[in-house]
């Protein structure tokens, strides 16, 4: 199982960027997605998240202006990010609650990492 996500850049104050992660591989379901992010120097934080039934937490650092939202039929999970602001660089990176099966017809649940994408947003 992979998770490839994209879509970071730089991008000026009051701009917008949408991250994508797509997951790929032995997938039997999706449940949590979720948006991470984290700046040189700090924590990382949970930025946003969604169930499998599309329901969105945002965190209040974001709110008003990202969204998270997904497309179950192409395993895609996005960010929107609207009037950014320079506080908002950092590496992007997803994660997800996934449900796996083997050749052999096993499945296992298990909590994936795509590779980060960078935002930087200069003002």
């Known amino acids: 199982v992979q998770l490839q996500a994209c879509g970071g850049g730089l991008v000026q104050a009051g701009g917008s960027l949408r991250l994508s992660c797509a997951a790929s591989?032995?997938?039997?379901?999706?449940?949590?997605m979720r948006w991470y992010r984290q700046a040189p120097g700090k924590q990382r934080e949970l930025v946003a998240s969604?169930?499998?039934?599309?329901?969105?937490t945002i965190a209040d650092s974001v709110a008003g202006r990202f969204t998270i939202s997904r497309d179950n039929a192409k395993k895609t999970v996005y960010l929107q990010m609207n009037s950014l602001k320079p506080e908002d660089t950092a590496g992007y990176y997803c994660?997800?609650?996934?449900?796996?099966?083997?050749?052999?017809?096993?499945?296992?649940?298990?909590?994936?990492w795509g590779q980060g994408t960078q935002v930087t947003v200069s003002s």
């Open positions: 994660n997800g609650d996934l449900t796996m099966y083997d050749d052999s017809g096993r499945y296992k649940r298990g909590d994936y």
């Open positions: 591989g032995n997938i039997f379901s999706i449940n949590v």
């Open positions: 969604i169930t499998a039934g599309g329901s969105p």
